[in-house]
């Protein structure tokens, strides 16, 4: 099984770089060859362009006006302006390219280059809620939830003058989100537009990440909304699961179409069986950032059915940049683990050259920042390599103590990956200089090791590397890329 590398890509960012670049009026037309070949050179299977739907003034406002959004707007940008606000992504008033991005050939164009580069390109689906200016809320709210005294966080506004008020979307642990209505999942009209609008959009892209994809699963909308879902105007109120038709609708458009779920709440494996290929692995990002290496190695070594159909990350665009989190140690030590992990690998753009301003969605300007060289140099260096494990088959090592009574050993991390010229990849999970002997059955009298992270090399006795163990001996958050010959 080959475990794919994606790369997040801001296209408002894009636009501003092709400006700054002299480029007018630029498209997604205009993004040049060579920003294809890099991400294909360092080894990307996938580009997931976040945001490119478009979004209306409605939406917008909120945005503008509504107090808990714009506190932010000057944190992600310094001196922010009313014009440098554009509205969430995912307060989405049509699937069709926003206008911002050119007309909708610009979207074509771009994919083209992309397969040309042999790069697939992923888009976004948003399936808990639309934005205040799509033109369901107007012609058809029966297929919204209504606010009425029993309704969950009450909160809501009408369409349109005179009409029923319909409830912004929202998960269950937070506020709504002021600028998007929430459909109602269980209504059977929701799921035929939903069914067509996927088959849509499959034409336009080789895969979907979709947008909180758990609030679709039955208990988990039926728990949020309550009796609000079972509003009687008639319908047939449809408990099915919701996933398996649109992912059909999509796959007898393309059956090689991929799914990429945005999961929390460990409902991961029920997203999966029910057709998704990759959900985030949030339980691994939470433990990279604590440096809990034992706990990372009891989540590797989870069933491979689901380990293997994680998505590992580091940042993405509702967390916080990695870079401004940990110290540049800790994120090469986290990134090892996280790149050599089996599962899809993803890259949050500005990741790589270690930006640390996160870029708002709501914003279309972007702080420009000067990639930290020794982060940009270590993501050169170890994407490549990344991209070839890939490739290959996968195992975890077990690290033993150095010496009785030595735990140590607990901190780290170890995972073997059979390439044509063995790798193994050591890492210590944690802020203290810890030991360990891995033994490893290689046969041969005596084995040359080399470290490609520093270039050196050193060697060992068949029998000892056999018998008791090659020992490791890392600094806090030090690593390893062994190679050998015999």
Known sequence: MKFPMLYQARPRRMMQDLRAAGVKAPTLADVPDQWFAKLASLGFDWIYLLGIWQTGSRSRDVSIRHPAIAAHHESHLPGCREEDVCGSPFAISAYVLHDDFGPADALMVFRSKANHHGLRLMLDFVPNHVGLDHPWAINCPEIFIHS??????????????????????????????????????????????????????????DGLRCD??????????????????????????????????????????????????????????????????????????????????????????????????????LENHDEPRVAGLLNPQQHKAAAMISFFAPGLRFVHQGQELGYKVSDSVHLRRVVQESADPDIARFYEWMLPKAALAGNHSW?????????????????????????????????????????????????????????LVTEKSFEWSGEEVRQTGVFIDLPAWGYHLLTWTR
């Open 148 to 205: 009425d005294q029993k309704t969950p966080a009450g909160h809501a506004v009408a369409a349109i003058s005179g009409g029923p008020e319909l409830c912004h979307g929202r998960d269950p642990f937070f506020p709504p989100w002021p600028d998007t209505y929430q459909l109602n999942l269980f209504h059977p009209k929701v799921r035929t537009e939903h069914c067509n609008l996927i088959a849509s959009i499959a034409t336009q892209c």
């Open 212 to 313: 909180m994809a758990m609030l679709p699963l039955s208990d988990i909308f039926e728990s949020t909304w309550n009796e609000s879902a079972m509003q009687a105007d008639g319908y047939h109120r449809d408990k099915s699961d919701y996933w398996p038709k649109l992912i059909s609708s999509a796959r007898d458009i393309n059956p090689e179409f991929v799914f990429l779920g945005e999961c929390y709440w460990d409902r991961e494996w029920d997203l999966m069986t029910q057709g998704f290929n990759y959900c985030y692995d949030k339980r691994l990002y939470d433990r990279l950032h604590h440096g809990l290496g034992e706990q990372v190695r009891w989540h590797l070594n989870a069933e491979p059915a689901f380990r293997d159909r994680c998505a590992h990350f």
């Open 395 to 451: 195992k975890l090592a077990t690290p033993e103590p150095a010496s009785a009574g030595n735990v140590a050993h607990l901190n780290i991390v170890a995972m073997m990956i059979d390439t044509p010229h063995p790798m193994m990849v050591v890492v210590n999970c944690s802020s203290s200089k810890s030991e360990c002997k891995i033994r490893l059955p290689i046969s041969g009298s005596q084995i040359v090791f080399k470290d």
